[in-house]
């Protein structure tokens, strides 16, 4: 089993930033791609962001260029850096962690999950 525990979350005015934390415990040898969802009041659940353990990088093309992912494998963590964001930003995000590609990443919901975290961004 893999526990996630996400941090970060807050309230921040449109065009700020926020930085997402998550960070792995238990069998982190049962994965080797991470990554961010978010989903907002009424909408679907939606990638943002995933990781290879080896730094390949994928993003929602709703985020590219304000966005980045990034990990550190011997500290089991993984972080989401949200720089100029907007109030369509506004959901709770998730950390996932799974056996698979970054690059089929957003067909699939399978994996570990944290308990998610809330991100406001006023107008």
């Known amino acids: 089993q893999v526990q996630l525990v996400e941090s970060g979350g807050g309230l921040v005015q449109a065009g700020g930033s926020l930085r997402l934390s998550c960070a792995a415990s238990g069998s982190t040898f049962s994965f080797n791609a991470m990554g961010w969802y978010r989903q907002a009041p009424g909408n679907q659940r939606e990638l943002v962001a995933a990781?290879?353990?080896?730094?390949?990088?994928n993003y929602a093309d709703s985020v590219k260029g304000r966005f980045t992912i990034s990990r550190d494998n011997a500290k089991n963590t993984v972080s989401l850096q949200m720089n100029s964001l907007k109030p369509e930003d506004t959901a709770v995000y998730y950390c996932?962690?799974?056996?698979?590609?970054?690059?089929?990443?957003?067909?699939?919901?399978?994996?570990?999950w944290g308990q998610g975290t809330q991100v406001t961004v006023s107008s």
């Open positions: 996932n962690a799974r056996i698979g590609s970054v690059w089929t990443y957003s067909r699939y919901e399978n994996g570990y």
């Open positions: 990781i290879s353990s080896d730094g390949i990088t």
